[in-house]
């Protein structure tokens, strides 16, 4: 997948790249993030690195995980980092922290409503996923307000500090968007 940039009224989504290390490794320092993602605890300046320098290209070079800095439209703070994971053909998982200092602004929100209608039209998505610990109520209230339906309770589904956790997953179509899908869909008959 040839790296491309995105904007919102307020954000821009870039690719993320070595010149994010410092902002990436500092947000990260925020217990909230290292308590609910998966990041490593603790966060230390190599993994920054290694997250900016290797992980976070290298899934854009092998087409399996386009991971974007979500910055203030002019580019100076990064307020988000957010992706979408390849997980099998037509399905991806969209995933996210926000830093500390930019919550409750509606970035994760918009970063995300334009990053699944991105994964739609043009990473041949036609199932996004979103899953979270049971209790990160921030999460969900992003992936609610995006528009994701909450299917339920995934146990045991993680691994995540030495524990297994149970999982919130929810799915947004296409059609949740008004878009076209990749393959027809034949939803379920009750």
């Known amino acids: 997948m040839e790296a491309i940039t995105l904007t919102t009224e307020r954000l821009l989504l870039r690719p993320v790249g070595p010149q994010d290390a410092d902002a990436a490794y500092a947000a990260c320092q925020d217990p909230d993030i290292q308590r609910w993602t998966t990041v490593p605890s603790p966060y230390l300046r190599e993994h920054a690195e290694a997250f900016t ?3 976070g290209p290298d ?3 092998h087409d399996t995980d386009y991971t974007f800095a979500v910055l203030t439209a002019d580019g100076s703070v990064l307020v988000a980092m957010m992706s979408v994971t390849r997980r099998g053909p037509g399905c991806a998982e969209l995933g996210f922290w926000a830093a500390k200092e930019h919550r409750g602004r509606g970035y994760a ?3 995300a409503a334009r990053l699944s209608r991105w ?4 990473a041949a998505v036609d199932r996004l996923e979103w899953r979270a610990e049971v209790g990160n109520e921030a999460s969900r ?3 609610l307000k995006v528009g994701f339906t909450l299917e339920g309770i995934l146990r045991s589904a993680a691994v995540h500090q030495g524990s297994r956790r149970d999982h919130w997953v929810g799915s947004l179509l296409p059609a949740d968007l008004g878009l076209p899908g990749v393959l027809p869909y034949l939803p379920a008959r009750a």
């Open 53 to 55: 320098s290797s992980y």
């Open 59 to 61: 899934g854009w070079r």
């Open 109 to 111: 929100v918009e970063a």
């Open 119 to 122: 994964a739609f039209e043009a």
């Open 141 to 143: 209230a992003v992936a």
